[in-house]
């Protein structure tokens, strides 16, 4: 179990769909890893709690957490 | 800005890459035809796509071409769109540095400065003394993520954000949320 779900907001998912093979399957795991502690992993706030970024395997990403009922880490951006 | 007339890049491209798996003097010609300007993928990626598609993960100048053939050994020749927009800014900053990132606002890959002095130089001189202000403050285990945030905000990255972060807040759903396990979309 995951904890959260993943979903990508256009500017991500351009950047996640140029990434090469390896690179995403690096991304990936490392988003796996986020999912399930978003508020850790050495995280950065970005403006509030819920808003934040951090390094993503090979990437940086800018994300934003959606609590109870919803559970999903939205990325927003994702710069490599 | 390319230094070079497209011709003489070509040649310097052939010479280089030579025998590089992957290799096609066709898919070079295709590029110039369509006024793209020449940078590598240093990588072992596929070639970039002929005809404007998605363009590929890391994407150098063709200044850093030569280095970066010595130091892997194998370069592939992929596309990046004419520099424009906020690729300007890169031009503008001159010698300072060519280590970037590279992002995509409104759909389109975008390098980003990616050195303390080439972020600085890409901003406004307003907003200097804030800058130097929050960097000299951060403690360097947190310095790439506060400059890739300074960084976003010399490009419209940071409205399209703040845009989808709005949506987000509001309890809007942006995406179709999926389990990572499952792989992505």
């Not at chain 2, 096609?24 to 240093?42: G, K, Q, R, T």
């Not at chain 2, 303390?116 to 310095?143: K, V, Y």
Request: proline share 6%; hydrophobic share 45%; glycine share 10%.
């Amino acid at each position: 179990m995951s904890g959260y779900r993943i979903a990508y907001a256009p500017a991500a998912e351009a950047s996640l769909h140029a990434m090469d093979v390896s690179t995403r399957e690096a991304w990936s795991k490392a988003a796996a890893v986020l999912a399930r502690d978003p508020y850790g992993a050495g995280s950065a706030v970005q403006g509030d709690p819920d808003h934040r970024t951090t390094v993503v395997g090979p990437a940086i990403a800018v994300y934003y957490v959606s609590g109870p009922g919803v559970m999903t880490i939205t990325v927003v951006r994702i710069v490599h | 800005m390319l230094a070079m007339s497209s011709v003489e890049v070509l040649l310097e491209l052939e010479e280089i890459i030579g025998e590089a798996e992957g290799f096609s003097h066709h898919y070079i010609v295709n590029l110039f035809d369509f006024e793209w300007e020449v940078a590598a993928l240093v990588s072992t990626a596929q070639p970039g796509p002929q005809d404007g598609g998605p363009l590929p993960a890391r994407v150098v100048s063709w200044r850093e071409l030569l280095p970066a053939a010595a130091r892997t050994g194998s370069c592939i020749v992929a596309a990046g769109r004419t520099v424009s927009g906020g690729h300007s800014r890169e031009a503008g900053m001159g010698d300072i540095s060519t280590a970037t990132w590279t992002t995509h606002v409104h759909g389109e890959a975008t390098r980003l400065p990616a050195t303390i002095d080439g972020i600085r130089a890409a901003l406004p001189d307003s907003q200097h003394p804030a800058f130097d202000l929050e960097i000299g403050r951060t403690p360097a285990e947190d310095l790439h993520l506060v400059l890739v945030r300074w960084s976003l905000s010399t490009t419209e990255a940071a409205d399209e954000d703040s845009d989808v972060i709005a949506r987000l807040r509001r309890g809007e759903q942006v995406g179709r949320p999926v389990d990572p396990e499952a792989g992505v979309a």
